[in-house]
């Protein structure tokens, strides 16, 4: 693989790693409580982040993560209250969002030689030293969140109710859950892009579950799953010029329906045999 | 060791539930549970009114009622998951946020396992997470995991320890929420219609996990709509009826056909019947 000689494919294959591993960690919480595509709809508010920050100069990620925060702190809000009008909350939210982006990148574009497109689907294959540095950082806090605090995290996402009577602090949890899902979508714009974010936590998430039977054992299996099909992804990419992160989520996705019908013609292998014998 | 709300709150010493409790030291007058002319309404409509329960320490209170009675509100409204539109609910002698010093002394077992279970769960990782009302913020000790063994073993589930939750019986389910309640050693055990639905094999073990509780100096609030094989246990009965309570004391003995398990009770009395479960005068 010589491609991987070149400096930028490197650094394209640290990034995508550092995406593969926090995705997961953190679409894990969002699938225990059946809010999967939450991460979809916070990728569409930072896309007004990333506008802001073209337009006024200033480092995207930077803008992406402060707007992408309060956004996710907004949902929070808007579940915490349960309404029935809480769909349409989130529908503002989103939509607002990704219009709002849409709206100032075009204003910024006799500015800057920014590009939507790599902002919504990912540019892996240009990432620079310091946005790995940065993606870095921000993973590491990720990770620390994700890993150190799993035992609160998987009690309030399992059962809020208990949690709350139990005495654990509930609504701070929920808002650095919010907050850190903020930071991983911004990290993962530059592998995978803001539309394809949610895909990288939840399908390795979903195939991991396949053949797990405990909370642990799926989280460190998707983790798993994510970074092999991240760094498989981008080689394909570099090899076979394709889109990285279109790249990426697919082989995500061929990974589980390979492991779903693999188990599925066990089964059915299985039953036959139990029947013959029968 | 602190059980009677005086003094500091002690998480880090381990419960000791081993020696007999000791009856010779005088005996804490503050109420584990006392409510005073609760009310909870929900869209103005009153679902409890004029509540007033006190629990001591060390008795096993079932609250009993037909559906719709208001029990599970009132149970509810005791763990603070019910807002109170008048009245006062206090906690091991403490009200309003001065409880959350004692929450870690609550134990509470809803009917059902929640809804975000999206992803799988083992057994004992649910109840190690019922471990961390005590654990605080610190990483765990052998106490912990001892705590949860303990736990486990109670209810009769430590050879599944390693199995997903969703694989079990209903009944199974059940036992691994008391598991998980039992696993913060607390002092009062809220339980909401613990047997509903569930097998006579979990049913007996849950008897028997309550029984070692109490015996070990527990507090049992318990609803039921029918005590089947907890009855025993039971040291009084409190009646709710339209949200407001019919009779507290003495546990009534249910009459003729209403001792029935899986017994129903959806139809009016006729005047001929004797005063059963529910007392006279109810329809």
Known sequence: MEIFEYAFMQRALVGALIT????????IYLVQRRMALIGDGIGHIALTGVGLGLLTGSAPVLTAVVVAAAGAVAVELVRQRGRASGDIAL???????????????????????????????????????????VMAVLGGLVLAVTLLLRPWLFAICHDEEYARVAGLPVRALNLLLAVTTAVTVTVAMRAVGLL?????????????????????????????????????????????DTAPGATIILVAIAGFALLALGLGAVRGWRRRRLVAAA | MSRTGRGPVDRTSPVDRTSPVDRTSPVDRTPVVDVRGATVAYDRTPVLTGIDLRVSAREVVAILGPNGSGKSTLVKAVLGL????????????????????????????????????????TVGEVVASGRLARRGLRPPRKADREAIERALAAVGLAERTRDPVSALSGGQQQRVLIARALAAEPDLLVLDEPTAGVDAASQDAFAGALRAFAAGGGTVLLVAHELGPLQPLVTRAVVIHSGRIAHDGAVPEPTGYHALPGHDHVHPHADTDRAGIWGPGWD
């Open chain 1, 91 to 133: 529908a503002l939210l989103f939509y607002g969002g990704i219009s709002g982006g849409v709206f100032l990148v075009a204003l910024s574009a006799g500015r800057t030689n920014a590009n939507l497109t790599a902002y919504l689907f990912g540019s892996p294959l240009t990432t620079t030293s310091t946005d790995l540095a």
């Open chain 1, 196 to 240: 394809l974010v949610s895909a990288l936590m939840v399908v390795p998430v979903a195939t991991a579950q396949l053949v797990t039977r405990g909370f642990r054992s799926t989280m460190y299996l998707a983790m798993a799953i994510s970074v092999l099909a991240s760094a498989v992804g981008v080689g394909i990419a570099g090899v076979y």
């Open chain 2, 82 to 121: 019910a807002p109170l539109v008048a009245g006062s609910v206090a906690l091991f002698g403490s009200t309003g946020s001065a409880i959350r010093r004692h929450r870690h002394r609550i134990g509470y077992v809803p009917q059902r396992l929640g809804a975000g279970s999206g992803v799988p769960a």
């Open chain 1, 20 to 27: 593969g591993l926090i995705a997961p960690a953190l679409g």
